[in-house]
């Protein structure tokens, strides 16, 4: 038998009973900080610049042999991959026997303002894989690449067929630049003097880069003020919101030189999805990328449209390749309670088949 509903005067009670909490909760929120996030112990294997490699402390006591690189994006912080206990991929991912490196980027400092593709995939890309070789003694890696991060790996793995990245997996990662269309419409050659913008700034300011994500969807803002005013009285909520909108807001600024190419070689040529992409002297070939490759997909992703991200496994040479569609937007598909339940486990079986 079906419980008996609540009264009318029980549910008037739970609904002032909430009004209260939200109130008094909201007076909390105003004066508290933000929860910490990045804390899975890790050790910093060697830091050049904006360049920062880190190797996170192993929590099983069997290990895959097969270590794994996470590349974050150029604009992003990792820790969105480590928000908190329970709520990490990189625990989990150690939980699960996993050797686990980070590239963690810095803001570039004015010096570094004429790095290019050229330096993350021919040079810090390579540096970081030969330490990790040095660290554990073991040749074959496995590069994980979120969003740009993705793409800069696959450019590594492209131009380096015959190197030691053993398994491909990119997450929410650009391959056709022209289906990311309002980026494109921004970006237009005919209204954007891309030049004059690098030579005045330099490296590309962050909040320039903040405000081209929110203009993306730009009542987003507004409604997630009001769900979180609706949702105040649930601690959870509010942690995780915290958690989502503190990592929003810390945006790394682009190198001017790396914003000049991509703008004019990605965003407008759209040279990588058409294999005309030249790096260091040398054309990059999705066909000769052989690996196992493995491309998550966000089904609502805004900032990485599937149209954008589909050609990469038609492109690639593999023989073992998959595209994965998961439920959730650019970011919740990789971190929070919907990662848990969707990429986690997909990223574990893919990975752990090919990590022995």
Request: aromatic share 8%; net charge positive.
């Amino acid at each position: 038998m079906n419980a008996e509903a609540p009264s009318l005067s029980e549910r008037l009670r739970a609904d002032v009973d909430r009004v209260l909490q939200r109130s008094i909760k909201g007076l909390h929120y105003l004066g508290s900080s933000a929860p910490r996030m990045g804390t899975t112990p890790r050790d910093l294997i060697h830091h050049r610049g904006t360049l920062a490699l880190y190797r996170y402390r192993p929590m099983a006591a069997e290990v895959y042999r097969v270590p794994l690189l996470l590349v974050m994006a150029l604009t992003n912080r990792g820790y969105i991959l480590d928000l908190s206990p329970g709520q990490s991929l990189v625990e989990f991912l150690l939980r699960q026997g996993y050797d686990v490196f980070m590239i963690d980027w810095n803001p570039p400092r004015p010096e570094e303002r004429r790095l290019r593709l050229e330096d993350y995939t021919l040079d810090f890309i390579p540096d970081c894989l030969g330490r990790m070789q040095q660290t554990t003694g073991v040749r074959d890696v496995t590069l994980v690449g979120y969003c740009m991060g993705g793409v800069l790996s696959t450019i590594y793995a492209a131009l380096h067929p015959a190197g030691p990245v053993r398994n491909l997996a990119v997450l929410t990662t650009p391959i056709d630049f022209r289906e990311m269309k309002l980026f494109s419409h921004w970006s237009d050659r005919r209204y954007f003097d891309v030049d004059r913008f690098v030579d005045a700034t330099g490296n590309t300011p962050p909040g320039m880069i903040y405000e081209s994500f929110n203009l993306l969807r730009p009542a987003d803002r507004v409604t997630a003020k009001v769900h979180l005013w609706d949702n105040m009285w649930n601690d959870e909520f509010v942690k995780s919101y915290r958690m989502f909108a503190r990592w929003g807001r810390d945006i790394l600024p682009l190198p001017g030189e790396l914003f000049r190419q991509m703008t004019k070689e990605l965003m407008w040529d759209n040279l990588l999805v058409k294999s005309q992409l030249v790096v260091g002297g040398r054309r990059v070939h999705l066909d000769h990328i052989k690996r196992p490759v493995l491309h998550v997909i966000a089904e609502h992703d805004h900032i990485v449209p599937y149209a954008a991200a589909k050609p990469l496994i038609d492109e690639v040479g593999s023989a073992d390749k998959e595209e994965v569609i998961l439920k959730g937007g650019h970011v919740s598909v990789a971190a929070g309670g919907n990662a848990v339940r969707r990429l986690w486990p997909k990223l574990d079986a893919w990975l752990g088949q090919r990590s022995t």
